[in-house]
């Protein structure tokens, strides 16, 4: 810091200003300045973390960039790393959370493979033993490096100070880049303390690195896919993810209009492609819709932008779309064709391939009878299958339904202002994911890769301070809910308003006490659940808690979280038993799903005991 | 929906069997890079039959050459690529390379008699580097199947000690070419998984 100033001047005058800055830039400051000064230099202005002895330091060094550099006080490191991704993930922008050695650090392992599975943008900073102590076992030691190795895209251990400036600049353009993923800071405790000159002019040594986002998109497999457009009867696009990271949500709509492809998304690409677009299917996979599948089952091309063929998505990869001929464009080309082999692979950017892709197929001339021959088998089929309605209140049951609670929460949504959604793991995700409308991109966050449940609290602290002009809702199991709830209190440390919590409470850990029925002889074993009395423990936290049992309470619970300001915890006591449907067992074709025995009428298919299988 | 509509005939990917690998790749000589490469092959419960690093002829440079039993090479090189400190990677295949290994044994000879050793040695083009007393130690630097060959003819006296080295690997051309797929046309596809017609129990499914 400068210590120099003209005792005369008050003001400063633009030249002093820039002298101070100069004397600035060559002053000596610590390694836990440099750090805080070269997140800021990133464009960083919120971090999520807690500290402890190896990271003290830093601590010390924040509250002189209290201005630039806020940070989030957390419950939990989980937490901080959940809350660093919701920020990611609402703002496509680098996350960014903190922790000290040993536990503090283990702690963020979970959160960094989550965002590793999801292509999360995250940094993580850790502080680490003296370097004196590395590998002593050493009081708080752990070698968090060796232990995030497969769950990062890259990491650096710091134990010099002047490597701060380009190890930061490295790990940010790492993170944010090509396809992102969490990297990780591990940073000694005296290289935090270590008094150097930053030199901020470095140069970025990544040489094996490729960012195949600004790459062309090679000319000749987009001309072979136009072909493969060309000729199909079938065709449907499945998009996901990548749309979203690459804002490619626009070009998306122009090229299905132009060539009249219908739109599958993804668990993550929900939002990328709106569902209200004649041309959007909705979502694939083990919990997706009948005629989303087997459209899936009978395509002759599937072209797949920016998402990978998790298993969820493809069930058994081998009978995957059995007639189709597969087109992938993703960023990452370790990607293309490490689950279905393809006809065509294109690498790079979803919105520059999207744009190549546009400006290679033709412009429509006239009625094409083959593809609205193909989009009337497709709807014919979502009218038999699709069970999606406003209400599905039973006649023949009092119990509140989940799916109830997602049709209110849908219909109340569109009614007020701009919200994001943030779901937590289990049946409430499918339910949500199936059941609302998604429109926007980076208006659903869930944990998808990865399946880490106590995602949604924490996401939805981040997203809430990234976003605090929006509601943010979070829909999440009893389950999920009592992994992290703490972070209520972090929102309350943080004077937030915008959070509103809707508990699916069954009693149960839900999915696995679904499967324990579908495939395990109802054996619940490990899955009966109890908790606290979730309104009054909202109230314990400072938030209002609001206990709803019937459709009637639901629907004024809503309206009021809506309505009221502050965070609400709405604690949705549901039918203990409801189940997700449809569902692919585990390891089989998605041509194979087990429908909702209790709709069989609407679905116009004979009776049978127990779930059906179509 | 009509069910009348024909579709073409399905198509089935099946994986075919491991065979051996031999991979080259040239890393930055940094902590931490190495243990990344290797991750990539322990996630996979694959086991390493051998693991060779030293000095490139770039400073600052390291190239590893690594042999593993596999299946989907393929996949594991793709990921290898993707490494920060990764700058290339490659799969040598039969023929396109100089590949040599260096195997060292020590063997005790009963009763001074070495003349069967050394025709041993003599035939496998092992040299005989020292004799002492009764023990002899022989050296042999050749390619894999010659020290293979070496390994199998040794254990037939009373072998003490024996190390290997693993293969090393230098091309002379194109050293550092990114991954190419030596076994490109020997089935249907580039690709591991190759592509075959249903089979009539499938098709019923």
New interface residues.
């Given amino acids: 810091m400068s210590t120099t100033q003209s005792p005369q001047t008050t003001s400063p005058s633009p030249s002093d200003a820039s002298a101070q800055s100069a004397q600035a830039q060559s002053a000596s400051r610590t390694g836990a300045q440099i750090l805080c000064e070269a997140f800021i230099r990133q464009g960083v202005d919120t971090i999520f973390g807690i500290p402890g002895g190896a990271i003290m330091p830093f601590y010390h060094a924040l509250p002189q960039y209290a201005d630039q550099l806020h940070h989030v006080l957390c419950r939990h490191e989980q937490g901080a790393g959940h809350a660093a991704e919701g920020y990611a993930r609402a703002t496509g922008r680098v996350g960014v959370c903190v922790g000290t050695s040993g536990p503090g650090a283990t702690n963020l392992v979970t959160p960094i493979a989550d965002a590793w599975m999801d292509s999360t943008p995250l940094v993580a900073l850790t502080g680490q033993v003296g370097s004196a102590l590395l590998g002593t076992d050493a009081f708080q030691e752990t070698d968090i490096i060796g232990i995030t190795v497969p769950i990062t895209k890259h990491s650096y251990l710091v134990r010099n100070a002047n490597d701060i400036p380009r190890v930061v600049a490295e790990a940010f353009y790492l993170a944010g880049t090509g396809r992102p993923g969490p990297v990780l800071i591990d940073v000694t405790k005296d290289a935090q303390q270590a008094s150097v000159v930053p030199n901020w002019d470095v140069t970025l040594d990544l040489e094996g690195y490729t960012d195949h986002r600004v790459a062309d998109i090679d000319p000749a497999p987009v001309q072979a896919a136009a072909e493969l457009i060309a000729q199909a009867e079938r065709p449907l696009l499945l998009v996901g993810n990548g749309i979203i990271q690459s804002g490619a949500s626009a070009e998306l709509i122009a090229f299905a209009e132009k060539t009249g492809i219908p739109v599958i998304t993804t668990l993550h690409g929900l939002g990328a492609f709106p569902q209200d677009h004649p041309l959007s299917l909705g979502m694939p996979g083990m919990h997706g819709w009948v005629h989303v599948n087997r459209a899936i089952q009978r395509c002759d091309l599937l072209i797949n932008i920016g998402s990978r063929f998790d298993d969820r998505v493809t069930g058994k990869a081998a009978t995957f779309a059995p007639h189709a001929k597969i087109v992938h464009a993703d960023v990452d080309p370790s990607e293309i064709g490490k689950l279905v082999p393809v006809t065509v692979g294109i690498v790079g950017d979803a919105r520059a391939t999207l744009r190549a892709l546009f400006d290679a197929v033709p412009e429509p001339t006239g009625r094409n009878e083959t593809l609205e021959k193909w989009i009337g088998e497709v709807h014919e089929l979502r009218a038999k299958f699709e069970p999606r309605q406003a209400y599905r209140r039973r006649p023949d049951t009092p119990a509140l339904q989940p799916h109830d609670v997602c049709a209110l929460l849908n219909s109340a949504r569109h009614e007020h202002g701009p919200s994001r959604i943030v779901t937590d793991v289990g049946q409430h995700q499918m339910w949500a994911a199936q059941l609302l409308d998604w429109r926007r991109p980076r208006s659903h966050l869930t944990s998808g890769g990865s399946g880490t449940m106590g995602f949604a609290v924490p996401a939805a602290l981040g997203a809430a301070v990234a976003c605090p002009d929006e509601t943010i809702w979070v829909i999440v199991g009893d389950g999920g809910f009592q992994m992290t709830n703490q972070e209520i209190a972090t929102m309350r440390q943080e004077g937030l308003t915008n959070v509103k919590i809707a508990i699916m409470n069954n009693g149960y850990l839900g999915m696995v006490r679904q499967w324990q029925q579908l495939f395990e002889g109802k054996l619940y074993s490990g899955t009966p659940l109890s908790g606290p009395d979730f309104a009054k423990l909202a109230e314990a936290y400072g938030v209002r808690g609001v206990t709803v049992e019937t459709f009637d309470q639901a629907e004024r619970a809503i309206d009021d979280a809506w309505n009221m300001p502050g965070i609400v915890v709405i604690d949705f006591r549901v039918e203990r038993e409801a189940n997700v449907f449809p569902i692919v067992p585990q390891g089989q074709s998605i041509g194979d799903m087990l429908v909702d025995p209790t709709t069989k009428a609407e679905h116009h298919e004979p009776a049978a005991a127990g779930a059906t299988r179509r | ?2 069910e009348t ?1 024909p ?8 994986r075919p069997a491991p065979r051996k690998h031999t991979i080259v790749v040239q ?2 000589d940094r ?2 890079a190495l ?2 490469a290797v ?2 092959i322990r ?1 996979r419960d694959w086991n390493v039959e051998s693991l060779v690093v030293g000095a490139s002829e770039r400073p600052g440079t390291s190239r590893m050459v690594l042999v593993v039993m596999a299946v989907d090479v ?2 594991v090189l ?2 290898l ?7 290339s990677v490659a799969e040598i295949g039969r023929g396109d390379a100089l590949v040599r290994e260096t195997a060292l044994a020590v063997v005790e000879v009963a009763d001074g008699d070495h003349a069967a050793l050394e025709k041993t040695a003599a035939e496998t083009g092992a040299r005989i580097t020292d004799r002492a007393h009764s023990r002899v130690l022989l050296e042999l630097t050749a390619d894999p199947a010659r020290v293979d060959t070496f390994v199998q003819e040794i254990r037939k006296f009373d072998l003490k000690q024996l190390a290997r080295t693993g293969p090393i690997v230098i091309r002379e051309s194109d050293p550092d070419a990114t991954y190419t797929d030596p076994h490109a046309g020997e089935s249907a ?1 580039a ?1 591991p ?3 075959r017609a ?1 089979t009539p129990q499938e098709s019923a ?1």
Wanted: aromatic share 2%; no cysteine; glycine share 8%.
């Fill in positions: 929906m009509s509509t579709l073409a005939a399905p198509i089935v990917r099946v890393l930055h902590p931490g243990y990344r991750g990539l996630r393929h996949q793709q990921q690529t993707r490494l920060v400190d990764v700058i596809g690709h998984l190759t592509e249903l499914r």
